[in-house]
């Protein structure tokens, strides 16, 4: 039988926040960042209560910080987060006897009704309190007792309850013999800063030679690594390093009949050579490869690898492991479909195959295998088409012991599809950005990512382009529609990343009209590039990557806060620190083909300032600087030399010798 709770619990605790699905899954943080707390906090008749927030790593001490009223009933606290991994966290209400204690005395004085009896009510109180202090504290307090017996009615001491030394002790030891706790404990899994600020860069590693038509190598890959680090980039993705399937490969531009030259698709994983855990040969050895990373990081660069959870009919897996495909009615192995599309040189995994423990196992060794290489970002595709109980169970299991692991989730599908994935434990989650394009769109769909609880558990991590998607605005906009689309994944997302160098070439020929689809693509074939071409927009992307680090407003996503344009062809957004320190109002024209002009409609209190000061705006990418005053100001943008602002905000500051400067 259930035990019944306590009767004399009287505080009610509701809508606690943040909690997401009742409790069911963790909110995620990084180091150092804040974790702050609301709650309903109230009782039964006209008893003052007080709350706090209770909060602990996994197995160690519980701590606890006070939790201040907001009104209605409503309370905030806050913790900080300083380790990586999983912290707990609940609220706890009690009666604060002495503070409704205190509320009546002072009722009962302005009424002139006496109140000797409440004095020595409240002797009891503090008494009480002394009996749970520290040896100093407790002398103070039974001071304070022993002046509340003396004190007589109409006295002119009679507003020592007041007294701030006597409420700091009281509030220092409560009595909360009755106190009532939330039901759930509440959990936040804190990760390190690159899960919150990030660059990303993809590149193909096998396309890499400096000699067209010859594969490229590791140590091709290596001779990259200055001129990717110069534009600023953090991470470097590189598509799956594994062998690649003969059996069914895809030739050029997905044709279903490969010549003998044509190097088929990476993510067709596994051959005679080996699968997962294997190095395709004509990239290197294993060897080459933790080289790479020690490069790489001396450069600032971390390596993220792509593991993709399906096979090439040639993949090792399918003759010692059978039972973890489906097997079609004529005895054959199911291969990857989306109707009338085939994709016979890949075989997806059965997840609910009788051996499915054996196969979860064997997929949780890889990352295992990996991590032990050095890698530490993960880009996992397609997530959202593998069992997710599976990604609940292997990526909290690794955390627990790699709470430095980053998981980025290649999910283009349904709304609930992608937020569940990202609620099981994904570090990042790739977006709709690529198919929002007007105001309204940015609009809604970054109020819906910054401002609800959806903040609490999903990372969006923007890509202009990937190699699967060349959307519509790149292909017709021409180069101006890249450098749009750049600012507004590096300015709206403290994670973004580019496929190049596609993306810096603007390389922007689809296969057909009305496909995403790169005419030519890397997918298929090898490239060779001229990272030296004058089109190329490497100037720009490292200039706006050095904004990015030297602003630390552009390294989070919960102060964006979107501003009114009087010309729907502009959106204004601003970022800013909690102190205000940092701001930056970006303006940007979404007509890539056009000269867009008009007034911004700044809410100044977003950005902390107020009608009566005018401010400078520095443009970190035009470097202009401009005077504006009060809430609406004017902007023109040419998109074929820059179609946007990047603002720092600096005020203006009067000192008694009338010396005017920005701060």
Not at 11 to 28: H, L, N
Not at 314 to 339: C, L, M, T
Not at 569 to 597: E, G, M, P, R, W
Request: one cysteine or more; aromatic letters at 12%; glycine letters at 6%.
């Amino acid at each position: 039988m259930e035990q019944q709770a306590d009767g004399r619990c009287r505080v009610a605790i509701e809508r606690v926040s943040p909690e997401i699905d009742c409790g069911r899954f963790a909110i995620k943080r990084v180091a150092g960042e804040t974790v702050v707390v609301e709650a309903d906090v109230f009782a039964d008749g006209h008893d003052q209560v007080a709350c706090r927030v209770l909060y602990r790593q996994s197995n160690k001490e519980l701590q606890s910080a006070p939790m201040m009223p907001l009104g209605n009933d409503r309370w905030r606290g806050k913790f900080t987060v300083s380790n990586l991994g999983r912290y707990e966290y609940t609220v706890e209400g009690w009666i604060d006897r002495f503070q409704s204690w205190r509320s009546a005395l002072e009722k009962r004085i302005a009424a002139g009704q006496d109140f000797h009896l409440d004095l020595l009510a409240g002797a009891e109180l503090v008494e009480s309190a002394a009996s749970r202090a520290s040896d100093r504290d407790a002398a103070a307090l039974r001071h304070w007792a022993q002046r509340f017996r003396e004190n007589k009615a109409g006295a002119p001491g009679t507003a020592f309850p007041r007294d701030k030394e006597l409420l700091d002790l009281m509030q220092r030891y409560p009595e909360r013999s009755f106190a009532s706790r939330y039901g759930k404990q509440l959990t936040v899994f804190v990760d390190r800063e690159k899960a919150r600020f990030s660059t990303w860069y993809e590149v193909f590693p096998r396309s890499c030679s400096p000699e067209a038509g010859r594969h490229g190598t590791f140590l091709d890959l290596e001779t990259w690594l200055p001129y990717i680090a110069s534009m600023g980039f953090d991470v470097l993705y590189l598509p799956p390093i594994h062998p690649v399937g003969r059996a069914f490969r895809r030739g050029k531009n997905n044709s279903a009949e490969a010549q003998s030259e044509d190097v088929g698709s990476p993510w067709a994983i596994g051959s005679a050579e080996g699968g997962h855990k294997s190095i395709h040969p004509q990239l290197g050895t294993l060897e080459d490869f933790r080289r790479l990373i020690t490069k790489a990081g001396e450069h600032g660069l971390e390596i993220a690898v792509d593991l993709a959870f399906q096979c090439s009919p040639d993949h090792p897996y399918v003759k010692e492991h059978p039972q973890w495909f489906r097997v079609r009615p004529d005895g054959s192995i199911q291969y990857a479909e989306n109707p009338p599309k085939k994709y016979q040189d890949i075989y997806p995994l059965d997840f609910e195959n009788a051996g499915w423990q054996a196969l979860w196992e064997e997929l949780k060794s890889i990352f295992l295998f990996w991590i032990d290489q050095g890698v530490r970002v993960f880009r996992v595709d397609n997530p959202h088409t593998k069992s997710f109980s599976f990604w609940e169970r292997v990526i909290g299991e690794i955390k627990e012991i790699h709470p430095d692991v980053l998981f980025l989730a290649e999910a283009f599908t349904r709304p609930h599809v992608m937020h569940r994935l990202a609620k099981l434990g994904f570090s990042q989650s790739y977006t709709y950005f690529a198919w929002r394009n007007t105001k309204q769109e940015l609009t809604e769909y970054f109020t819906e990512l910054t401002q609800t609880d959806v903040q609490d558990y999903m990372r969006p991590n923007l890509w202009p382009n990937t190699p699967d998607i060349l959307p519509e605005y790149l292909q017709v906009g021409g180069r101006a529609a890249f450098m749009v689309r750049l600012i507004l994944a590096a300015t709206l997302g403290a994670s973004y990343g580019i496929y190049g160098p596609a993306f810096e070439l603007c390389e922007n020929v689809a296969m057909q009209p009305g496909s995403e689809e790169y005419l030519n693509s890397e997918k298929y074939e090898l490239k060779n590039r001229n990272l030296n071409s004058q089109a190329s927009l490497k100037d720009l992307i490292s200039r706006i990557n050095r904004i990015r680090k030297e602003n630390s407003a552009l390294q989070s996503n919960r102060s964006l806060h979107i501003h009114q344009t009087d010309n729907p062809s502009l959106i204004c957004y601003s970022k800013a620190t909690d102190d205000f320190a940092n701001v930056i109002v970006v303006v940007v024209n979404l007509d890539s083909s056009h000269t867009q002009a008009g007034r911004v409609h700044l809410d100044l209190a977003a950005i902390g300032l107020d009608d009566s000061h005018a401010f400078q705006v520095h443009d970190l990418l035009g470097d202009g600087k401009y005077l504006w005053q009060g809430s609406k100001n004017y902007v023109e943008l040419i998109p074929e030399s820059l179609p946007a602002h990047i603002l720092h905000l600096r005020r203006w500051v009067r000192t008694e010798r009338d010396f005017d400067y920005y701060l």
